[in-house]
């Protein structure tokens, strides 16, 4: 599998030609032109920085041939106007997109703070191999090859990132959700997590626009 790595919480997965857009949100600068380019989209929950509801809307009102996945807080958005394009999920749930396999893992954002409430989430498995975890920390009951791993945000904490890890084991580690951490901070968080007493996982500092072989 390919993955191409894009601002913040929005990556591109191919496997022997089919793709699939993970999260294509406000943040991510070339987000309209990567929706138009997408025939598949997943969504891991509704806050802007992962979900551009505007460009995806445009893209659904011009092209039959777009499908969405989502939980029910991001596809009820468009009230069954397209039915055939747009597609709930829940934690648990299995299905095809593009020819490719996606596990359903988890169903709630990360606490912010007590004040605010927690809005659905959820992680996806591509191929039983990737995982992106939307924001949140949940522990899939499954194996996984590449952790997407969230590294900046108001939910995130570091040492709660490192139990994250520990608990998942994956193989390797990209990371993503990094706006809000300078290249120090990035460079700090991946020292930190590749420590022996932390943990020893080393974590890949991918630049935005760049591709490689998982």
């Not at 943040?27 to 995806?56: C, M, P, R």
């Not at 605010?116 to 194996?143: K, S, T």
């Not at 990371?175 to 809000?180: K, P, S, T």
Request: proline share 6%; net charge negative; hydrophobic share 40%.
């Amino acid at each position: 599998m390919r993955i191409t790595k894009h601002a913040h919480a929005c990556v591109l997965l191919e496997d022997r030609g089919r793709e699939i857009l993970i999260d294509p949100g406000a943040f991510t600068a070339n987000a309209g032109e990567l929706i138009d380019q997408a025939s598949t989209v997943l969504i891991t929950h509704e806050h802007v920085d992962h979900f551009d509801e505007a460009l995806l809307t445009a893209a659904l009102e011009h092209r039959e041939d777009l499908q969405i996945w989502g939980p029910a807080a991001v596809t009820a958005r468009w009230d069954d106007r397209y039915p055939t394009q747009v597609h709930t999920v829940h934690d648990g749930d299995r299905f095809l997109a593009n020819g490719l396999s996606v596990a359903v893992h988890g169903d709630v954002h990360a606490q912010i703070h007590a004040g605010i409430p927690r809005v659905p989430n959820v992680g996806y498995l591509v191929q039983g191999a990737v995982y992106h975890p939307g924001d949140a920390y949940h522990v899939p009951p499954a194996e996984v090859d590449t952790l997407l791993l969230p590294t900046s945000g108001p939910w995130t904490k570091l040492g709660q990132a490192v139990d994250y890890v520990r608990a998942v084991q994956p193989k390797s580690i990209i990371q993503i959700h990094e706006l809000m951490l300078s290249e120090l901070g990035q460079r700090s968080t991946a020292n930190f997590l590749g420590l022996s007493i932390l943990g020893g996982f080393a974590l890949t500092l991918m630049p935005v626009g760049e591709s490689r072989e998982l």
